[in-house]
């Protein structure tokens, strides 16, 4: 973009840890190297100084507050939507800095720039999308590597001498490691072939991953510089990339580039990526993959006609073609009005919110709850009622609402299956059921849209609610409580009726258990919990649960005790004596009988036969966690006794003291670096250049040193702009010291030697 638009003037925003990425020498092109902390602040002054008119990111994030560009000025670069199709790969706090992040650009932003034609159709059609400027910006080829001359002796080392195939790919869940080492255990076992595998990529879990398949000739080489990854890209028999999830696939057109052939996966991008020049299956099947293997590993002929389409393959993709396509993305944004006037603002999506009502015989009770959703004051409600075949006045009650809704009154299986059949049909994004005889208080659904706009993160909120009786009034309130999985385990503090959701965790945990008759909500937090589902409270009152003589929940309280003890058994393994506690509070207070009006004579007799029920069933785990302990004290008593003789005998070496991660010293967090800058040793890779850039006050001397040896001096020339680079080679592992010969004091006497703007010897984690 920078080459073909001489006439455009672009700003760049880096830091000193990311300059380099991004360096064009030309007089339209400006690069700021901001501080790291305090970027966003320092971006937007300058934005506002310049008079920018588009703002590029390359990311999703939650702005930090105070941070002024206008959103609908701005173009996203978002690569994918992983997160959203497998959330469970992803840390509770990451998950929902990205739901933030992504929800602000998708709904706001001036245009989104994505890598393939699967990521754009992902963003185009979630739910939270309001942005209508999706376009392509795919990648192409990067500059090509060097070949194998330019390889170290140890770099050659590691290239193993047979056949090997090659994985390049960071150790993370979505990149499907284990199925891969699975399926090459079962390729060897099937060929005997002496085949390798050689990995590559941030090597962190490595050692835990690998301990199941040490059998195996595989090779883990950790990051690699380009030049190596093209070296073994030329010699593999196949570049193997059974990934679960690609916004693109880059390594696929490296492998064009290099003559290898490809087997990968036959989902998310790679097919569009690939087209006719890949063998494809799915990444699930270890069978299948083998397969793969095998096939590619036994064909020279379908390995070099691969190889051949992959040459042509290449031209498909063109840097060229998708410059142009983000500058023309530029110019629509900039064409957008500065501020948007106020009717024009885009006001927050109002998400399509679907309450179902399971109703069976409840005529009396039905146009009260049917009346406290139509009433709603949100405007984008979908509302299903499902009657089981009533005998009653229902179905004439449904019949005076005309179109209003839909319903359908039809013999069902029970109240599970008559939810599951409404929710089958509905199409919004927040979902609720609300029983026949229960109501919504006036505003609730407004509220439960705003808080999951909010907090877009979350899964399920549930809010406050009072019971009342057949004649609206209000009766008591449910005992709800902030969330937790212990809590609710102990008892359900939320109540159905005021509870919501989305449908992405609807499609995680999938529909109601229609084999149960009471507990199937209870069951459905409790697998939501379970799935990983982020839940909150609301501590707004937002619907009444009714009770009378004939609701279910009073008419049944034995089988819903007995449905409470499967349920908590499935789902924990344990059932909290509090439901013990509260069935026998049932038997010996609601029930009739000369044996229940006995047992009230003692006071809070129920606790304490229900404290021993519980105890008598969880017996072997009680067992396990008080004898257990017992035994493991006395042994460590015993062991320390043993100890302390030996110890008295052969008395051990001090310990080493625990020395804090080295941190590098020297560097100033508005980018100056003192005189004297020590850097911890790291692992280099061998052939990687070294690079610092940047401009000293005066003319100054700059020594890098590697314990006692010096490696390189170099010259800077006061207020210019200088960039040197060495060979990691020679400086290897170690530490590293740079010393400057001159320096200036500022105001506050501290002593400066150089403003740093470019460097890849430390990064920002260093500091």
């Keep these: 973009m920078f080459a073909l638009y001489p006439e455009h003037q672009f700003l760049v925003f880096c830091t000193p840890f990311n300059r380099g990425e991004l360096d064009h020498d030309a007089a339209h092109v400006r690069y700021l190297t901001l501080r790291t902390h305090g970027f966003f602040q320092d ?55 990205r739901r933030l992040g992504f929800t602000r650009a998708l709904g ?35 500059v090509s590597h060097k070949g194998a001359e330019e390889l170290s002796d140890s770099e050659r080392a590691h290239i193993p001498r047979g056949d090997f195939f090659l994985f390049p790919a960071n150790l993370w869940k979505h990149k499907n490691h284990r199925r891969v080492l699975e399926a090459f255990r079962l390729f060897r076992k099937r060929t005997r072939r002496d085949v390798t595998l050689i990995l590559t990529g941030h090597p962190a879990g490595w050692q835990e991953l690998s301990k199941p398949f040490a059998d195996l000739p595989v090779v883990h080489l950790g990051f690699v510089r380009p030049e190596y990854l093209r070296a073994l890209m030329e010699r593999t028999r196949a570049l193997v990339f059974f990934t679960l999830y690609e916004g693109f696939g880059i390594p696929l057109l490296e492998a064009f580039d290099a003559g290898a052939p490809v087997i990968c996966s036959d989902t998310t991008s790679l097919p569009e990526v690939g087209g006719d020049a890949v063998l494809t299956c799915d990444p699930t099947d270890i069978e299948a993959m083998a397969a793969l293997m095998e096939r590619i590993l036994a064909d020279d002929a379908l390995r070099k006609t691969l190889v051949e389409r992959g040459k042509r393959r290449l031209s498909a993709y063109s840097w060229d073609r998708s410059a142009h396509n983000l500058v023309a993305a530029c110019a629509r944004v900039a064409a957008l009005p500065a501020s948007v006037p106020e009717t024009a603002v885009p006001q927050p999506r109002q998400p399509l919110v679907s309450i179902v009502t399971p109703s069976f015989n409840q005529g009396r009770f039905l146009k009260r709850t049917i009346e406290s959703v139509l009433t709603q004051s949100y405007p984008n409600i979908e509302y299903v009622v499902i009657d089981g075949g009533s005998n009653d006045e229902s179905v004439e009650i449904l019949k005076s609402y005309g179109d209003r809704f839909y319903w359908e009154s039809t013999p069902d299986r029970g109240q599970a299956d008559a939810i599951n059949k409404g929710f089958a049909r509905a199409k919004g994004e927040v979902l609720a059921y609300l029983n026949s005889d229960d109501v919504l208080l006036p505003g609730a659904i407004e509220r439960v849209v705003k808080y999951f706009q909010d907090n877009p993160s979350c899964d399920l909120v549930y809010g406050n609610a009072d019971y009342i009786d057949e004649h609206d009034k209000v009766i008591g309130a449910y005992r709800t409580a902030d969330y937790s999985i212990t809590r609710l385990l102990e008892d359900c503090m939320v109540c159905q009726p005021a509870a919501f959701w989305t449908r992405r ?89 000369r044996a229940s009006r006995l047992l009230r004579l003692p006071p809070n007799l129920y606790a304490t036969i229900g404290f021993l029920h519980h105890k008598w069933v969880h017996l072997p785990p009680y067992l396990k966690k008080v004898v257990a302990p017992a035994v493991s004290r006395r042994a460590r008593r015993l062991a320390a006794s043993l100890a302390a003789q030996r110890n008295r005998l052969f008395p051990p070496p001090p310990a080493p003291a625990v020395e804090p991660r080295p941190r590098v010293t020297g560097f100033l967090t508005d980018n100056w670096l003192e005189p004297k800058v020590s850097i911890p040793g790291k692992m280099r890779a061998p052939g990687q250049v070294l690079r610092m850039a940047g401009s000293p006050v005066v003319d100054v001397e700059m020594s890098v040193r590697a314990g006692d040896r010096e490696i390189r001096t170099f010259e800077f020339k006061a207020r210019e702009y200088r960039k040197i680079t060495f060979l990691a080679d020679e400086v290897g592992n170690g530490p590293i010291e740079i010393l400057f010969s001159a320096f200036v004091e500022d105001s506050a006497s501290r002593k400066l030697a150089l403003l740093l703007e470019d460097t890849n010897i430390f990064t920002e984690h260093d500091v």
């Excluded at 996203?76 to 997160?83: G, M, S, V």
């Design 108 to 142: 706001g932003a001036g245009a989104i720039g994505t890598i393939s034609e699967f990521a754009r159709k992902t963003l185009v059609d979630f739910p939270d999308t309001r942005c209508t400027d999706i376009f392509l910006m795919e990648p192409s080829l990067q």
């Design 43 to 97: 971006m937007d002054r300058i934005a506002a100084d310049e008079r920018l008119d588009v703002l590029f990111r390359m990311y999703p994030m939650e702005d930090p507050p105070g941070f002024a560009f206008p959103v609908h000025k701005q173009i996203y670069l978002i690569p994918d939507n992983q997160h959203e199709t497998f959330p469970e790969f992803f840390h509770p706090e990451d998950l929902r800095l």
């Design 505 to 593: 965790i609807a499609r995680k945990v999938g529909p109601f258990d229609d084999l149960l008759h009471y507990t199937m909500d209870y069951d459905y937090w409790l697998r939501i919990a379970n799935a990983g589902g982020h839940i909150s409270f609301l501590p707004e009152k937002l619907a009444c649960s009714r009770l009378h003589p004939d609701t279910k929940t009073l008419s049944a309280r034995g089988k819903i005790y007995k449905e409470i003890f499967k349920t908590c058994r499935k789902h924990a393994g344990y059932v909290h004596k509090s439901y013990y506690q509260g069935y026998w509070h049932h038997v010996i207070f609601e029930k009739y009988g």
